[in-house]
């Protein structure tokens, strides 16, 4: 008789939102369940970035081209800058998982999840810090 084998112990994982809850033990400690996490919330900040950026422009159909105006002058403000680059933030480590997730897919690296979290996370880094300037440059 064939056993099923279970190495990363799905059987007793809850899956959907109701996952989230189970992040004090188990699998919340490896490289993968981190970069599934942070891909996900990337992912949602995002989609609520666009969200926003298409009432935003939408602003124009709504109160014309003066309301516009008054809409672009105000996303100049600190807030929003600093808003602006938490999305660059999640942009940048999104891509650059999201290459990551597309190599697994491609059956490449699989087996060096940890190592390959660690440099996606390098590689955001640097690219952050590099993008960083533009936005402080913005705040002053």
């Known amino acids: 008789m064939y056993k099923l084998q279970d ?6 994982r809850a899956y959907g939102v ?17 970069a599934w996490i942070l891909h996900r919330i990337s992912g949602l900040a995002i ?3 666009l969200l926003l950026h298409i009432w935003e422009i939408s602003s124009a159909n709504r109160g014309g081209t ?3 105006n008054q809409t672009m ?23 650059i998982n999201g290459v990551r997730l597309v190599l697994f897919d491609l059956n490449i690296g699989v087996k060096k999840q940890k190592t390959l979290f660690w440099v996606v996370l390098g590689l955001s880094a640097v690219l952050i810090a590099a993008g960083t300037s533009a936005f402080l440059s913005l705040l002053v």
């Open 47 to 49: 989609i609520l970035f």
């Open 7 to 12: 190495p990363i112990g799905t059987r007793n």
């Open 73 to 95: 002058a105000g996303l100049k403000a600190p807030l929003y800058v600093v808003g602006e680059w938490l999305l660059f933030l999640a942009v940048v480590y999104h891509g």
């Open 18 to 34: 109701s996952g989230w809850k189970a992040f004090s033990s188990g699998p919340v400690r490896k490289a993968g369940m981190w």
């Open 66 to 68: 003066n309301l516009f």
